[in-house]
């Protein structure tokens, strides 16, 4: 009988560590008991078996440079994720190329749904992660064949240091791990928060707030 209660004990253990929520693949997904009006699903649904090809699992682009004159920072990040590359979904992983022009700047940002793993291809960059409180910084300078991880969540950025173009590939644990770019997010928020606010958070005359947000 103790042993039928111990087996007893262990099924339902382990029925209760195996019945854990599955992470979130977007920023919220509200419940809704009327699928005719659900929108958006916590990842993607599911292609029939029988339908799926090759070019399901496959992307192709990543050996072509990304524009990095396309911003002020002088980096590109071409992320493939589901969107771009519908096998990934489920599968928990998406991969980067990022771009730098010499001094080119990744800015501060979190994944809050992916850890990252970078490498870097050519060039030389500094990176660097700060962890939650009380905000330690840590950094390293990578060179080619380098590689660095960057903990789910937390603030991160790669500059290149060096005096040529540098190249990184990026490994994220997640088919669509997010992007919270800091700066864009506190003065470029849509509607903007309050100048108040930010000027008291942030020690920062009103004035150099207009000016921020404005930037952005």
């Not at 977007?26 to 078996?49: L, W």
């Not at 990022?98 to 960059?125: A, C, K, M, Q, S």
């Not at 000027?199 to 005359?205: T, V």
Request: aromatic share 10%.
């Amino acid at each position: 009988m103790m042993k039928v209660a111990i087996v007893a004990i262990l099924a339902l253990a382990t029925s209760l560590v195996s019945a854990y929520d599955p992470s979130p693949l977007q920023d919220f997904c509200v419940a809704i008991n009327n699928t005719d009006s659900a929108v958006f699903v916590n990842g993607k649904f599911c292609k029939d078996p029988t339908t799926v090809t090759a070019n399901d699992f496959f992307f192709s682009g990543l050996n072509i440079p990304g524009n990095t004159a396309a911003n002020k920072l002088g980096s590109s990040v071409n992320l493939v994720n589901v969107d771009k590359l519908p096998g990934l979904n489920t599968l928990g992983i998406s991969l980067a190329r990022l771009d730098f022009v010499p001094y080119g700047l990744n800015p501060p940002h979190t994944h809050p749904r992916g850890t990252e793993l970078l490498v870097v291809i050519e060039g030389t960059l500094l990176v660097g992660f700060v962890t939650s409180n009380p905000n330690k910084l840590f950094t390293k300078v990578l060179n080619k064949g380098d590689v660095f991880v960057f903990p789910i969540g937390l603030i991160h950025f790669q500059f290149n240091i060096g005096q040529t173009n540098a190249i990184a590939f990026a490994g994220l644990s997640s088919q669509n791990p997010g992007l919270i770019t800091i700066a864009n997010a506190v003065f470029g928020s849509n509607p903007p928060i309050t100048a108040d606010i930010l000027a008291k958070a942030f020690q920062l005359d009103k004035n150099v707030v207009d000016y921020l947000q404005k930037q952005f």
